[in-house]
Nanobody, 123 residues
Framework: QVQLVESGGGLVQAGGSLRLSCAASGRTFSSYNMAWFRQAPEKEREFVAVISRTGVSTYYADSVKGRFTISRDNAKNLVYLQMNSLKSEDTAVYYC????????????????WGQGTQVTVSS
C-alpha cells in the first residue's frame, strides 16, 4: 500500500509556472506507475500525465503537452509535475495517483490517490 501527499499548489498569473510534488510513503515506490489528474469545479476529473516505474516512459493529455512535464525521483519517493505557460483553464485541484500494473489515462485503474492540491491561474 502507498500513501500520497501532494504539495506545491497555489495562485499564479496566466503565463506563469508552478511545480507540484507528490510524496509517497513506503519502500515500494518504484513499483508504481504514477500519474497526475485534475478536477475543475463542476467538471469531471481528467487525466493530465503519467510516468512509468523507471521514469523512462511518459504520456500526456493533449491539453498539457508541451507545457507540463512529469518526472520522478525514486530515491526520494517523489513525483513532480512542472507546469509552465499556465492558462486559466488549468485551474483545478490536482491529484497524484499510483498503480502497480496499469499505465494509462483511466482514473478508476489507479488504486491510490492523494488528497489533492489547489492550483488557481488568474487571467
Amino acid at each position: 500500500q502507498v500513501q500520497l501527499v501532494e504539495s506545491g499548489g497555489g495562485l499564479v498569473q496566466a503565463g506563469g509556472s508552478l511545480r507540484l510534488s507528490c510524496a509517497a510513503s513506503g519502500r515500494t515506490f518504484s513499483s508504481y506507475n504514477m500519474a497526475w489528474f485534475r478536477q475543475a469545479p463542476e467538471k469531471e476529473r481528467e487525466f493530465v500525465a503519467v510516468i512509468s516505474r523507471t521514469g523512462v516512459s511518459t504520456y500526456y493529455a493533449d491539453s498539457v503537452k508541451g507545457r507540463f512535464t512529469i518526472s520522478r525521483d525514486n530515491a526520494k519517493n517523489l513525483v513532480y509535475l512542472q507546469m509552465n505557460s499556465l492558462k486559466s483553464e488549468d485551474t483545478a485541484v490536482y491529484y497524484c495517483a499510483a498503480a502497480r500494473a496499469y499505465y494509462g489515462s483511466s482514473g478508476p485503474a489507479y488504486a491510490y490517490w492523494g488528497q489533492g492540491t489547489q492550483v488557481t491561474v488568474s487571467s
